[in-house]
């Protein structure tokens, strides 16, 4: 298991870029697949992007592609997603999170119920 803390959030026009940053304790991060997930008020969580552990391997939600990129860096421990060309309908608490478990793919295909790790989430709210 890792410790997940997310920072970056906040409040941008619609149009606008955000960068949110996940960083994680603990020596076996970079054995981890890491996604980030957000919920909406009255909605589920719902999957936004995932990255294997290597980084070499991606996945968006459709209405993600083209707009939000995930990356990591292995030596810092950190996990990001750039959001670009945001929307109103982005706004949400954003989560960094996770696999269950470790040396896992699931080939791009994440439910929130597949991750093992939560951080505390961060606001982003983009206004029209």
């Known amino acids: 298991q890792v410790q997940l803390v997310e920072s970056g959030g906040g409040l941008v026009q619609a149009g606008g870029s955000l960068r949110l940053s996940c960083a994680a304790s603990?020596?076996?991060?970079?054995?981890?697949?890491m996604g980030w997930l957000r919920q909406a008020p009255g909605k589920e969580r719902e999957f936004v992007a995932a990255?294997?552990?290597?980084?070499?391997?991606?996945s968006y939600a459709d209405s993600v592609k083209g707009r939000f990129t995930i990356s990591r860096d292995n030596a810092k421990n950190t996990v990001y997603l750039q959001m670009n060309s945001l929307k109103p309908e982005d706004t949400a608490v954003y989560y960094c999170?996770?696999?269950?478990?470790?040396?896992?793919?699931?080939?791009?295909?994440?439910?929130?119920?597949?991750?093992?790790?939560w951080g505390q989430g961060t606001q982003v709210t983009v206004s029209s």
């Open positions: 999170a996770a696999d269950s478990a470790r040396s896992r793919w699931r080939g791009g295909y994440y439910r929130p119920i597949d991750f093992g790790s």
């Open positions: 603990g020596r076996t991060f970079s054995t981890y697949a």
């Open positions: 990255i294997s552990w290597s980084g070499g391997s991606t």
